[in-house]
């Protein structure tokens, strides 16, 4: 289950990283549609986020490190 949960992270991650770098990439274009674009991919990196950290919260549980 762990094993499971920190390939799920490591997979969130770089998906936060692809969408981060496709965030540089269309801040350098100049066409009527990057200000939507823009908005769109910080809104998805945001949610990719919040996954990442809900995963990172999920491992802390199943490992024994967070205690209720």
């Keep these: 289950m762990q094993q499971t949960l920190e390939i799920a992270l490591y997979c969130a991650m770089a998906l936060l990283v692809i969408i981060l ?3 540089i990439v269309n801040l350098v274009r100049a066409d009527p549609k ?24 999920v491992i802390g549980f199943v490992s024994g ?4």
Aim: avoid cysteine; aromatic fraction near 4%.
């Design 21 to 23: 770098l496709m965030g």
């Design 34 to 57: 990057q200000a939507s674009r823009s908005n769109k991919l910080m809104r998805l990196r945001v949610i990719v986020q919040a996954v990442a950290v809900a995963i990172l919260v």
């Design 65 to 68: 490190m967070i205690k209720f």
